[in-house]
């Protein structure tokens, strides 16, 4: 079971500790109070880790943290008040796994294959740094270069004071930047990851994009140990039968939480309400991103280190199998948008002339879905709207195509399934108050 540190509960929680999985076996820290407000110093959540073959995931997110009075069965509302960038500069691109050097799966298994020839420990190798460039990872047993990814076209990003802007630069530059890697990514003294910049990739110059900070990982961890990369239906997937020790079965893996989400919407001004499969809830966070297109189609992004503010909200007796997202208004697509009073008054003259009574009152939430593949991913995101609204699989199909639609967070099977719901409906899951305070009662009717 999870181990939650014997103490009062607390106000406020700060968070400077990190880990590589996440589930029972969790050290959890707090705990906070139901209302209270846990603060995460994160580290680059994704490439760093992946070329540290002792981290275990690919991912380095913080330690858990107990809720009090989350029980298994409820759901915890994460109100999102602060997430400020640290990183001045991230590297990030596409990616190979490199033969050879992992078991199953590069993100979790990463292997020193010098090491097992020579019948020594070869699992999970701790590494340092040497130079710059791919082959600057060593095995600290044998030296020989072990990094288990390779990048195949990958790009240098630098960030300006306000952290709005974004510019990739020139090999020169990048080679500078990897010298100093720790302070121009930000990492914190408890990070175990490499520098991503110390690859020095360039193959971009000159790229100018906007930023929009959002978190990759957030919220609680699941009934069943995980690496936190995989806590979610897709690269999930990847640990069905895998031959390392974080194996799982198809059943395992249902114990998921799939806050993992890479979803641009988990941002300041949202609200994620998610699942309680282990008393005290366990809420962490990492893998914040610079920015993030819908889709993340090449599986990765600006990896960044951040400051993250949630307030903490217990909802009893809500059960979830997986994340409920309320973002910023502005986020909403434009067929899941709250009705103006206008509309509403039309819609009134239209269904009366037609001998008709409209529903009554409808407020926008996204209900969360994953899966090795999109299509799955839509289908478990629908089953799951289809249980908490009390609806038929098709009446949620149906509502999402005329009044929402289907988003897509991230690549294999990510999904967003967006609908106007009708409000005593959210009222009967506990959640009308975080809706309506999200966007508002609703108008005209």
């Given at each position: 079971?999870?181990?939650t540190?014997?103490?009062a509960?607390?106000e406020h929680?700060?968070?400077?500790?990190?880990?590589?999985?996440?589930?029972?076996?969790?050290?959890m820290?707090?705990?906070?109070?139901?209302?209270g407000?846990?603060e995460?110093?994160?580290?680059?959540?994704?490439?760093g880790?992946m070329?540290?073959p002792?981290?275990r995931?690919g991912h380095e997110?913080?330690?858990?943290?107990?809720?009090?009075?989350?029980?298994?069965?409820d759901a915890?509302?994460l109100h999102?008040e602060?997430?400020?960038q640290?990183?001045?500069?991230?590297t990030?691109?596409?990616?190979t796994?490199?033969?050879?050097r992992?078991?199953?799966?590069?993100?979790?298994?990463?292997?020193?294959?010098?090491?097992?020839?020579?019948?020594?420990h070869?699992l999970?190798?701790?590494?340092?740094?040497?130079?710059?460039?791919?082959?600057?990872?060593?095995c600290s047993?044998c030296?020989?270069e072990v990094i288990?990814?390779?990048?195949?076209?990958?790009?240098?990003?630098?960030?300006?004071?306000?952290?709005?802007?974004?510019v990739?630069?020139?090999?020169?530059?990048?080679?500078?930047?990897g010298?100093?890697?720790r302070?121009?990514?930000?990492?914190t003294?408890r990070?175990?990851?490499?520098?991503?910049?110390?690859?020095?990739?360039?193959?971009?110059?000159?790229?100018?994009?906007?930023c929009?900070?959002?978190?990759?990982?957030?919220g609680?961890?699941?009934a069943?140990?995980?690496?936190?990369s995989?806590?979610?239906?897709d690269?999930?997937?990847?640990?069905?039968?895998a031959?390392?020790?974080?194996?799982?079965?198809?059943?395992?893996?249902?114990?998921?939480t799939?806050?993992?989400?890479?979803?641009?919407s988990?941002r300041?001004?949202s609200v994620?309400?998610?699942?309680?499969?282990?008393?005290?809830?366990?809420?962490?966070?990492g893998?914040?991103?610079?920015?993030?297109?819908d889709?993340?189609?090449a599986?990765h992004?600006t990896?960044?280190?951040?400051?993250?503010?949630?307030?903490?909200e217990?909802?009893?007796g809500l059960?979830?199998?997986g994340?409920?997202?309320?973002?910023?208004?502005?986020?909403?697509?434009f067929l899941?948008?709250?009705f103006t009073a206008?509309e509403?008054?039309r819609?009134e003259?239209l269904?009366?002339?037609?001998?008709?009574?409209?529903?009554?009152?409808?407020?926008p939430i996204?209900v969360?879905g994953?899966?090795?593949f999109?299509?799955?991913?839509?289908?478990n995101g629908?089953?799951?709207a289809a249980?908490l609204l009390?609806?038929?699989v098709?009446e949620?199909k149906?509502?999402?195509?005329?009044s929402?639609?289907?988003?897509?967070g991230?690549?294999?099977?990510f999904v967003?399934v967006n609908?106007l719901?009708p409000?005593?409906?959210?009222?009967?899951?506990?959640?009308?108050h975080l809706?309506?305070?999200?966007?508002g009662q609703?108008?005209g009717?």
């Amino acid at each position: 079971m999870a181990q939650t540190i014997l103490a009062a509960a607390l106000e406020h929680v700060v968070v400077d500790r990190y880990t590589d999985i996440v589930g029972p076996s969790n050290e959890m820290l707090g705990p906070v109070r139901d209302g209270g407000r846990i603060e995460y110093l994160t580290v680059p959540g994704c490439w760093g880790p992946m070329i540290t073959p002792a981290i275990r995931s690919g991912h380095e997110v913080t330690l858990p943290v107990a809720v009090e009075g989350a029980k298994v069965g409820d759901a915890v509302a994460l109100h999102i008040e602060k997430l400020e960038q640290v990183s001045r500069a991230t590297t990030s691109g596409t990616h190979t796994g490199w033969d050879g050097r992992f078991l199953s799966d590069p993100f979790v298994a990463g292997i020193c294959p010098t090491c097992r020839d020579a019948g020594r420990h070869f699992l999970y190798p701790d590494t340092y740094l040497d130079g710059l460039g791919e082959g600057a990872v060593k095995c600290s047993t044998c030296h020989s270069e072990v990094i288990p990814f390779h990048m195949v076209e990958g790009y240098t990003m630098v960030f300006d004071d306000p952290k709005g802007i974004g510019v990739t630069v020139t090999p020169e530059r990048a080679r500078e930047i990897g010298r100093d890697g720790r302070a121009w990514v930000g990492l914190t003294e408890r990070s175990r990851q490499h520098p991503i910049v110390a690859l020095a990739k360039a193959d971009l110059v000159g790229v100018m994009t906007r930023c929009r900070i959002s978190a990759g990982n957030l919220g609680s961890i699941p009934a069943v140990d995980l690496p936190s990369s995989h806590n979610c239906g897709d690269f999930g997937a990847f640990l069905v039968g895998a031959e390392h020790e974080f194996a799982v079965t198809e059943e395992q893996l249902e114990a998921r939480t799939d806050v993992h989400m890479d979803i641009d919407s988990v941002r300041e001004g949202s609200v994620v309400i998610v699942p309680v499969k282990v008393d005290g809830a366990g809420i962490y966070a990492g893998d914040v991103h610079a920015m993030i297109g819908d889709g993340e189609v090449a599986v990765h992004t600006t990896d960044i280190g951040a400051r993250l503010v949630v307030r903490t909200e217990v909802i009893k007796g809500l059960a979830l199998d997986g994340p409920i997202l309320l973002p910023p208004a502005d986020d909403l697509p434009f067929l899941a948008k709250p009705f103006t009073a206008d509309e509403v008054a039309r819609a009134e003259a239209l269904a009366e002339t037609n001998r008709t009574r409209l529903e009554g009152p409808v407020l926008p939430i996204q209900v969360l879905g994953s899966g090795p593949f999109i299509n799955a991913a839509v289908d478990n995101g629908v089953g799951r709207a289809a249980k908490l609204l009390g609806m038929t699989v098709d009446e949620v199909k149906n509502r999402a195509t005329i009044s929402g639609a289907i988003e897509i967070g991230r690549l294999p099977g990510f999904v967003q399934v967006n609908l106007l719901v009708p409000r005593e409906r959210l009222e009967r899951m506990g959640i009308l108050h975080l809706v309506e305070g999200q966007y508002g009662q609703p108008a005209g009717w």
